[in-house]
């Protein structure tokens, strides 16, 4: 796997200018659906290396991912999002129904920045790519990611669990924490939630405790990397 510049809508998509504020994930596409995921908090500190945050958004069943766009609250984060190798770099080679996005802040004054991602997805149509890498092993799909969300709602203390199925073995973790808003959420908004993450013979546990969030929205995502399963 390796980062893609996010914002390069795949392959055939064209290069325009859109209104201010509008987003671009169907730029070009003859036919698409746009799906926009939530406001995505994005840690911040100072150690290096920067935290990051990972995000999936999902398409409908039967698209693919053909194009991908992102609102930001701060233009000190720095995102992508996570490609297969093949050629040529197309939708349903380089990206599949689901795309994750990573979030990074580099800079230095935000107390609470954040994201929305959005993808452009287009009907699944097959096809396959050829390994762009020379080697005796080219290049597969190693690992495989199991996704657990949670909404969250009102003053509450709850505990996540995710694991790998039976044959696999965890090799990463992640959680992100998203807010259904209109706008970015608030620092204030923001604090309302807080989550760690541990990893426990093998399994993820993630405890999120939660303020009074109004009438505000919020998510709870946890993510399993696992490897093997005959693979």
Not at 30 to 52: D, E, F, Q
Not at 146 to 173: D, I, M, Q, S, W
Not at 193 to 211: D, K, L, M
């Amino acid at each position: 796997m390796k980062r893609l510049v996010l914002l390069a809508v795949l392959s055939f998509a064209a290069v325009g200018a859109s209104p201010a504020g509008a987003t671009n994930e169907c730029n070009g596409l003859p036919i698409c659906v746009s799906v926009t995921g939530p406001w995505v908090i994005v840690p911040v500190a100072k150690t290096l290396p920067r935290p990051r945050v990972e995000f999936q958004v999902r398409c409908p069943r039967g698209y693919v991912v053909g194009g991908l766009d992102a609102e930001l609250s701060d233009r000190a984060i720095d995102l992508t999002f996570t490609g297969k190798l093949g050629a040529p770099v197309n939708p349903g080679i380089t990206t599949e129904r689901a795309a994750v996005f990573t979030g990074m802040y580099v800079g230095l004054g935000a107390r609470a920045p954040s994201f929305r991602p959005h993808l452009g997805c287009l009907p699944a149509s097959g096809g396959g790519g050829i390994p762009t890498l020379a080697a005796v092993v080219p290049p597969g799909k190693p690992t495989v990611r199991h996704v657990k969300e949670v909404p969250l709602f009102g003053a509450r203390l709850a505990r996540v669990t995710v694991a790998c199925t039976p044959g696999e073995r965890l090799v990463a973790a992640a959680h992100a924490v998203g807010f259904w808003t209109s706008l970015p959420p608030t620092p204030a908004q923001a604090a309302r939630v807080t989550a760690t993450r541990s990893v426990r013979n093998g399994r993820i546990v993630v405890r999120v405790r939660t303020g009074a969030l109004g009438n505000a929205r919020a998510l709870l995502q946890v993510s399993a990397v696992c490897a093997g399963g005959g693979q």
